[in-house]
């Protein structure tokens, strides 16, 4: 089966472990694909119509916060730093500025 991915890509499920769909756009520059080689993991783009067919195919929704707890901070030292300084930029300039109230919350709870 093939649907389209968080990055615009249409992909193949036939060889992933986990699926992951986004309910929101994560920057081009994020390369999610990646994690579609080294964990078998892939993210959709959410689509409301395919709702019936992600919950028959066991597919998890994720936040862009939980995909970054779960996927990228945990990977993060692995990462080149031209690929740590795109994930971060896309935090500073598109989720902090898009959510400030949510990742303020966060921020106040880590102290």
Known sequence: MYLVGASGDVVSLSAADHVYTLNEVVAAQCNLDAWRLRFSTIFLLHNPTLVRLYDALACRSISILQLYLDFIF??????????????????????????????????????
Request: proline share 5%; net charge negative.
């Open 74 to 111: 945990v990977e993060f030292d692995t990462l080149d730093p031209p690929t740590r300084h795109k994930y971060l930029e896309f935090l500073r300039d598109v989720y902090l500025v898009s959510d400030g109230t949510e990742m303020a919350y966060y921020v106040l709870m880590c102290r």
